[in-house]
């Protein structure tokens, strides 16, 4: 078992930063492959980023390419996401999500993930 506690969600003006984290307990974390997940008022989840459990690996969606990193340490059991020139569409509910690394499956399909957090909220005003 995994549990996710995501935080630094909050409001921001459009234009600005903010880091999300998600920090892992339970099970070694650095066997999992982590994503970044949202899901704006009315709207389906949606991927934003992957990454691979060695970090070496990726993933984006084209929405966020540029503005948002992902990245991990795992001596931290912690996962981040740094989102820059943030626009009022980035407004949503951001989880973050768990996946052995051995399960495999395309990292933007949230069924690939067996562990979520509870969400952080960010909202971008204009």
């Known amino acids: 078992q995994v549990q996710l506690v995501e935080s630094g969600g909050g409001l921001v003006q459009a234009g600005g930063s903010l880091r999300l984290s998600c920090a892992a307990s339970?099970?070694?974390?650095?066997?999992?492959?982590m994503g970044w997940f949202r899901q704006a008022p009315g709207k389906e989840r949606e991927f934003v980023e992957g990454?691979?459990?060695?970090?070496?690996?990726?993933y984006y969606a084209d929405s966020v390419k540029g503005r948002f990193t992902i990245s991990r340490d795992n001596a931290k059991n912690t996962v981040y996401l740094q989102m820059n020139s943030l626009k009022p569409e980035d407004t949503a509910v951001y989880y973050c999500?768990?996946?052995?690394?051995?399960?495999?499956?395309?990292?933007?399909?949230?069924?690939?993930?067996?562990?979520w957090g509870q969400g952080t909220r960010v909202t971008v005003s204009s």
């Open positions: 999500a768990a996946s052995s690394s051995r399960r495999g499956g395309s990292f933007d399909n949230g069924a690939r993930y067996q562990y």
């Open positions: 339970g099970r070694t974390f650095s066997s999992y492959d």
């Open positions: 990454i691979t459990w060695s970090g070496g690996t990726t």
